[in-house]
């Protein structure tokens, strides 16, 4: 079963950067992989989506400020967080695109914490 890993997140002031990574074990890499993150107390919101082709689709609310990469041979993908903002604050999740509701499996996040 694969299983999906992310890192890099950390504290950081509003403005600040980070780049985080997503490795994927256990499985064949998704043809369609999305960044999701997690804020206290909400459902988990897709962020950003990558296609093998390439393609990338982003939420409005992060368009703009956060670009999502992937490394098919590696089985690795990216997340780089610019111009972060408070609002930002959450466990972000890498993972398969779509995600198929209950069956669903998270995996290990990572925590983005933007403050001042």
């Known amino acids: 079963q694969v299983q999906y890993v992310a890192s890099g997140g950390g504290l950081v002031q509003p403005g600040g950067s980070l780049r985080l990574s997503c490795v994927a074990s256990g499985g064949i890499f998704s043809p369609a992989m999305g960044w999701y993150r997690q804020a206290p107390g909400k459902e988990h919101e897709r962020v950003a989506t990558i296609f093998s082709d390439g393609v990338r689709t982003y939420a409005d609310s992060v368009k703009g400020r956060l670009t999502v990469s992937r490394d098919n041979a590696k089985n690795t993908m990216y997340l780089?967080?610019?111009?972060?903002?408070?609002?930002?604050?959450?466990?972000?999740?890498?993972?398969?695109?779509?995600?198929?509701?209950?069956?669903?499996?998270?995996?290990?996040?990572?925590?983005?914490?933007?403050?001042?």
């Not at 972060?84 to 925590?111: R, V």
Request: net charge negative; glycine share 8%.
């Open 80 to 116: 780089q967080l610019n111009s972060l903002k408070p609002e930002d604050t959450a466990a972000y999740y890498c993972n398969m695109f779509p995600t198929i509701g209950q069956l669903t499996t998270w995996g290990q996040g990572t925590q983005v914490t933007v403050s001042s």
